[in-house]
């Protein structure tokens, strides 16, 4: 053998032996690799929730009452921390109306919660949202004062309705619904707040409604001309205006009270309506002196 050919066969041997080690420590690397990284999503399935954040419309929900909801869900592994769960538990709480979860890698879970948005109290126990749905919370927690309602049940949709619509045109005169009650007959009775209770009957609210922005100007300045006459008599005059019964096709009447009792018969009434809603009647008992107007 030449030395030529021999040197060729040297070549072939080294670049043999370097490559076969080159793979050997390319393997080793792979299989190095490979078990670190076993180790570390290991420890990381078994890793905790380290971090929970709680966000959202929340002007009623305290944090605290979305920790206290979780405190029995088990947080200790990430990947196995069942979102549906955190959502069911957090939806439990009373003031709430929606709620989203999410797990974030590598430790921490969002909680997004919506309170609701309540419009009016419902018969005394409940709260009505802004979809005439009704919910049981802690009216403690109201950070604003509600009208109340009172009605059938499965009325509570109608009564929102209405609220809104006639609330609407008696903010044209200044004035709003403090109470709506909705008897069993369908029978409509709004008190104002300026104390005045209207009683609409069955038909035609939005128009006796209308015919009472009209009027109402009259009956004040009519009251005023009485105080002015009792004041030159030197005698001072002692009343208001207790009632408007528009349930005629083109007048109403008018029931006076005593300033001196406007106190006591407001929390009367009011305990009777909570006692029992069916006891309304559709008819007013009419029990003061009365100034009727007609077209």
Excluded: C
Excluded at 209 to 229: E, G, N, T
Aim: no cysteine.
């Amino acid at each position: 053998m030449s030395n030529k050919q021999l040197t060729t066969k040297n070549q072939h041997v080294l670049a043999f032996g370097l490559g076969l080690a080159f793979f050997v420590v390319v393997l080793i690397s792979l299989i190095s690799a490979a078990w670190w990284l076993s180790q570390q999503v290991f420890g990381q399935e078994n890793s905790p929730v380290n971090s929970v954040v709680i966000s959202g419309e929340m002007p009623y929900t305290k944090r605290q009452d979305v920790m206290t909801a979780i405190s029995q869900i088990d947080l200790g592994n990430f990947f196995e921390v069942d979102v549906n769960d955190i959502q069911v538990q957090v939806s439990a709480l009373p003031w709430v109306y929606s709620v989203s979860v999410r797990k974030q890698w590598p430790d921490e879970v969002k909680i997004y919660v919506v309170d609701q948005t309540p419009i009016a109290l419902w018969n005394g126990d409940f709260l009505l949202n802004q979809f005439g749905k009704a919910f049981q919370a802690d009216i403690a927690r109201l950070n604003q004062a509600l009208p109340q309602f009172f009605g059938p049940e499965g009325s509570e949709l109608l009564a929102l309705e209405n609220y809104s619509n006639l609330n609407g045109l008696l903010e044209y005169s200044n004035l709003a619904i403090d109470e709506l009650v909705l008897s069993e007959r369908f029978s409509w009775q709004l008190t104002l707040n300026d104390g005045v209770m209207l009683n609409l009957g069955r038909e035609e609210r939005v128009e006796r409604i209308q015919r009472f922005m009209d009027v109402y100007p009259l009956i004040k300045s009519h009251l005023k001309q009485k105080i002015k006459a009792k004041k030159n008599n030197k005698k001072q005059l002692k009343q208001a205006v207790d009632y408007i019964d528009l349930r005629y096709d083109t007048g109403l009447a008018v029931g006076w009270k005593s300033i001196a009792n406007l106190s006591f018969k407001k929390q009367s009434n009011r305990w009777v309506k909570m006692r029992n809603i069916k006891a309304f009647s559709e008819e007013m008992k009419i029990t003061n002196k009365e100034f009727t107007l007609h077209a």
